[in-house]
């Protein structure tokens, strides 16, 4: 699993165009979900297409990653990627192969539960027992949860389940301060954590002096930094970014920040976003 992913939320028809130049900038992992309520995974499907017919950039040197929705998380409006009448499990199954269809694939480098389930822990294990038929048939390598900030639900699903989770994905940002309990939580059984948000929903971080200090000392920009001291405290980033520049900018930090004495400042740091260093 890529250290940072490259994001592909709300691009709608610019999906693919940025999917490709976010590959050719150096990024190695993408994710989107089966929600058109949100994502064109259609679209990233294509732009898989194109990177290995234009730019000889096969789909197995990418890391792809992508979500079953539960209901509440889709669009009624939009067609769905599973009938909603059907048991959990069988929508997990359609979904997948919906995603399979879209992806223009035949197996997920990880398949995500975009959130647990509205009624309760027993669908929620419902889900997580159909995603690991699709581990256990060799068609999906690791899976993960997404949108649950409760480390008592995690702990739950860790000890039922037969693959464990193998990455959180969840908004990182000042409101939920910054998520404490997960990311300590996934410290404690080695999961990876994914974070979204990470800049839009942490201004003050980008603006905090000791922030500004530290990226000026090492010729980084504020979202450089931030990034690189996530990265740093073992949490992984998705970038959503539109720009080039930004992207470029963004995979040259995940291939450095091991490199970057953070020091004193990082610490401090540290101990103002995850209350410890």
């Known amino acids: 699993m890529p250290s940072m992913l490259y994001g592909t939320a709300w691009k709608k028809e610019r999906t693919a165009d940025l999917v490709v130049q976010a590959v050719l900038q150096g990024f190695r992992g993408i994710d989107t979900a089966c929600q058109p309520k949100h994502y ?47 048991p959990v499990r069988d929508q997990v199954l359609q979904s997948f192969a919906t995603s399979l269809r879209n992806l223009q694939t035949n197996y997920l480098d990880s398949l995500v539960l975009h959130s647990p389930l509205p009624d309760g822990e027993v669908s929620t294990l419902e889900a997580w027992r159909a995603m690991e038929a699709l581990v256990g048939e060799g068609r999906v390598g690791t899976l993960g949860i997404s949108n649950c900030y409760d480390p008592g639900t995690l702990e739950w699903i860790w000890e039922r389940a037969k693959v464990k989770i193998g990455v959180v994905q969840n908004r990182w940002f000042e409101g939920n301060r910054w998520d404490h309990a997960v990311v300590r939580w996934c410290k404690s059984k080695n999961v990876p954590y994914q974070s979204f948000w990470t800049l839009s929903g942490s201004p003050s971080l980008l603006q905090h002096p000791l922030l500004l200090a530290l990226g000026e000392k090492h010729g980084l920009t504020p979202a450089q930094a931030v990034y690189g001291l996530t990265l740093s405290w073992g949490i992984r980033p998705l970038s959503g970014t539109t720009s080039v520049e930004h992207m470029q900018e963004d995979v040259r930090i995940a291939q450095q920040y091991k490199r970057v004495d953070w020091g004193k400042e990082g610490e401090d740091i540290e101990r103002l976003v995850l209350g410890h260093a």
């Open 40 to 86: 064109r995974e259609d679209l990233v499907g294509a732009a898989l297409t194109r990177l290995a017919s234009e730019h000889g950039i096969p789909r197995s040197s990418l890391f792809l990653q992508t979500k079953y929705t539960p209901l509440p998380g889709q669009d009624p409006s939009q067609p769905l990627p599973y009938d909603p009448s059907k």
